[in-house]
C-alpha cells in the first residue's frame, strides 16, 4: 500500500557530506511524523532525527549541528543531510514515516529498505 525508497547512500571520505532521500508512494492520504534511524555493523538500530508535521526536528547527540533534517509534503519526500561526516557514521540508513492511508483514519509506520553509508578515514 506505501512504499518508501531511500536514495543518496554511498561512498565517502570522512568531513565529506552526503544527502539521504527517501521517496514515499502509494495509497497515502498524509505523512505525519517522518524520521531517520541508523544500524553499524554488530549494533542495534538507532534514532539519528525526527522531524513531526510541525517542522520541529530533534536531533540524537551524535548528530546535532552535522545533520539536518528536511521534508517536503508535496513530494511526499523527507531529507538527511548529512555533513562532517565521520568514519563512525558509518551505517545503514533507514527513513521511516507515519502514514495516513487513503479511507483509514489510524497511522501506520513504513519503513525504508536501507540506504549504506560508509564514511572512510
Known amino acids: 500500500q506505501v512504499q518508501l525508497v531511500e536514495s543518496g547512500g554511498g561512498l565517502v571520505q570522512a568531513g565529506g557530506s552526503l544527502r539521504l532521500s527517501c521517496a514515499a508512494s502509494g495509497s497515502i492520504f498524509s505523512i505525519n511524523t517522518v524520521a531517520w534511524y541508523r544500524q553499524a555493523p554488530g549494533k542495534q538500530r538507532e534514532w539519528v532525527a525526527i522531524?513531526?508535521?510541525?517542522?520541529?526536528?530533534n536531533y540524537a547527540d551524535s548528530v546535532k549541528g552535522r545533520f539536518t533534517i528536511s521534508r517536503d509534503n508535496a513530494k511526499n519526500t523527507m531529507y538527511l543531510q548529512m555533513n562532517s561526516l565521520k568514519p563512525e557514521d558509518t551505517a545503514v540508513y533507514f527513513c521511516?514515516?507515519?502514514?495516513?492511508?487513503?479511507?483509514?483514519?489510524?497511522?501506520?509506520?513504513?519503513w525504508g529498505q536501507g540506504t549504506q553509508v560508509t564514511v572512510s578515514s
Open positions: 521511516v514515516a507515519a502514514v495516513q492511508i487513503i479511507g483509514q483514519s489510524n497511522l501506520n509506520d513504513y
Open positions: 522531524m513531526p508535521v510541525d517542522g520541529r526536528a
